[in-house]
């Protein structure tokens, strides 16, 4: 069992449609959870950065974290067609310079 | 201003062959990793420069993969003898490395796609 599991997709929502994104983990001590935006060719860009458990609101974005079920998620309201992109969730121990562990990512298309 | 560059972009060699890929991380940057990103597979850590500290090279896949990091900038990644299975986009990353959660952020670079042949 990989340490972060993630639905690969594809997922295709029409434009305007409420997305969400999941991952599990199974390493408890994950405290710092974030979620990259990969654009075909490009490299990852992130996009939000949690810390513990909680909720966290950036404009249409909200990422969600669950520590006692080990289950983070991403929402996405109002999509566009220029979310369409692959996205990866990504976790750490700390919040220091550390290697990040990676989902495999979930490619979306909003379909205007 | 600059982000991460990497060379080249795109690199064809047969199987058998070594490849050398670049990273230029952002000017200032302490910290720089290298990952691979395979189909199915995700990213995968392969190694980490912290400043002048010795390199985490916990993620290397095997003995055939190296790098170096010269005078705090420019890192190199070495594949010896190439295999099919090494065909991957290769990414680096670079972040600050001081004080304050933020600035702990991974930039990344585009990526040198190798292919094995």
């Known amino acids: 069992q990989k340490e972060v599991e993630q639905d690969p997709g594809p997922l295709s929502v029409p434009e305007g449609a409420i997305v969400s994104l999941n991952c599990t983990y199974s390493?408890?001590?994950?405290?710092?959870f974030m979620w990259y935006r990969q654009y075909s060719r490009k490299g990852p860009e992130l996009l939000m950065y949690t810390y513990s458990s909680g909720n966290k609101e950036d404009g249409r974005f909200t990422a969600q974290v669950d520590k006692s079920s080990k289950y983070i998620s991403l929402f996405i309201r109002d999509s566009q067609p220029s979310d369409s992109a692959t996205y990866l969730c990504?976790?750490?121990?700390?919040?220091?310079?550390?290697?990040?562990?990676f989902g495999k990512g979930t490619r979306l298309s909003v379909i205007a | 201003g600059a982000g991460v560059s990497q060379s080249p972009s795109n690199k064809v060699t047969e199987k058998g062959k070594d490849v050398e890929l670049r990273c230029d991380p952002i000017?200032?940057?302490?910290?720089l990793y290298w990952y691979r990103q395979s189909l199915g597979q995700g990213l995968e850590f392969l190694i980490y420069?912290?400043?002048?500290?010795?390199?985490?090279k916990s993620g290397l896949p095997s003995d055939r993969f190296s790098a170096e990091r010269t005078g705090g900038s420019v890192s190199t990644l070495t594949i010896q003898r190439t295999q099919q299975e090494d065909s991957a986009v290769y990414l680096c990353a670079s972040s600050h490395g001081t004080a304050g959660v933020t600035s702990y952020e991974q930039y990344f670079g585009p990526g040198t796609r190798l292919t094995v042949t």
């Open positions: 420069f912290q400043g002048n500290s010795a390199p985490d």
């Open positions: 390493n408890s001590a994950f405290q710092y």
């Open positions: 000017s200032g940057h302490t910290a």
């Open positions: 990504a976790m750490s121990v700390w919040s220091g310079n550390t290697p990040l562990v």
